[in-house]
């Protein structure tokens, strides 16, 4: 796992907390993406695994009698190496023996140089094309590209969840702040009225009125304030430190409106071809894996109903003076032959396959399905996307309407043309469209974020 480029200790310290540094954190110290990546691990260990089942084997025997009649031993070294194609295999032997055998062990004898062997062997109708082992090698290697796969989509759940999280906790913030610039308001007019109610310049009623609308602001203040600390503690879930320690945001590390990037358009967004994304959705490619690799079984057990027939063809030949055995061993031998063998009702073979037939059937219908739902929630997403882009616009526009009305209600109650009650509903309004504003906004990040979860912008989700 590569370092972190500067502690987030550190970033937080020296500055706002921006959605790249909650990005960076969470795909090198989230601990399910971390998980993925060892199963991915795994994977590659079975995939060197079944390769082992082509390795070069060594093989060795002697023996020698300590008493008896006979004084025969021999001694025996040879290496086999098994090939892929046509289920093949070769190997060599060099064998020496000495001293006398009986009758009924004869073929032990050798020359006094011993004797080298050659031979190969071919199937030629069960596991010529496929075998155990070769489907091993294929589907260890297809269960690697798969395991890869489920790391994307890690990383792709883990990325989207902690940018809702950061863009939650965002949005809790600047909430804070409405509800304290109201709060502040109604407490800086609290001093004013208390200076005019002792003066006669105006009703007691208005002074209590303006108490009632401080109480019920610093209620709404709590409440963001509460919100705020649940929105931090769910931010620090994938804010992590070098140690994977868990980092809790203040408020003190909140952005600014300058530092944030401004909801993109539609535009830009619909240019993706969607076919394309189908096309490379992980899901989807994972289920192709899914098929080869149940493909690969169904020929397998195919494979298990052939006869099993078999070629051999070997060639020795002793060297040296000739041995005990006599001349008989002092020649070139070649010989070929066949092994031929078939379970007659080959049910177990039938059951196998027809399983395997079942399972490859699954598969296919179910990428089907996944398919047609991801294109559906792409076309949702799309939707919804859409639509908060434009409530948002709408909320900025609101915003700036409201915040006329109370500078407008304002300069009439100066003029004594307005009421106090009046300008009180006024703020409110302006603060309730500032709030509406807000989770407009974090609507619209949500569905841009779900959007380039979906389309698999990975620079967007700190992926690149």
Known sequence: MEALEEPLEQAIKTGPLLPEEVLRSSALTFPSILESFQREAAARSDQLAADGAFDLILEGEAYDRITGTFSGGYAEVGARQPLAPMGAEIYGTYRLSDGTFPIYENIYNTNQLGEFKVGGLLSLLRNNRIDQRRFDVEDSRLAA????????????KVQHEALGAYWRWVAAGEEIRVYEELLEIAEARAVGLSREVRLGA???VDLIENEQNVLRRRTLLREAQRNFTMAATSLSYYLRGYDGELIVPTRANLPTSDVIAELPDMASLMAIEMSEVLANRPELLNFRLAVERAENKVALRQNDLQPDLQLRAEVSRDFGAIGDGGPTFDSTDTTIGVTFTVPLQRRTARGRLQRAEAELREIELRERRVADQISVELDNILTNLDASLRLANLATQEVEQAEA????????????????????L??????????????????????TASYNAAVMNLDELGLE
Not at 426 to 447: P, Y
């Open 145 to 156: 590209g798969q395991a890869g796969l489920d790391v994307l989509l890690v990383q792709l």
């Open 202 to 204: 105006r009703a007691q």
């Open 405 to 424: 009305m109370v500078a407008a209600e304002r300069r009439r109650f100066r003029l004594g043309a307005g009421d106090f009650f009046r300008v009180n």
């Open 426 to 447: 006024r703020e409110e309004s302006a603060a309730d469209a500032k709030i509406r504003g807000i989770r407009a906004q974090l609507v619209g990040r949500l569905a």
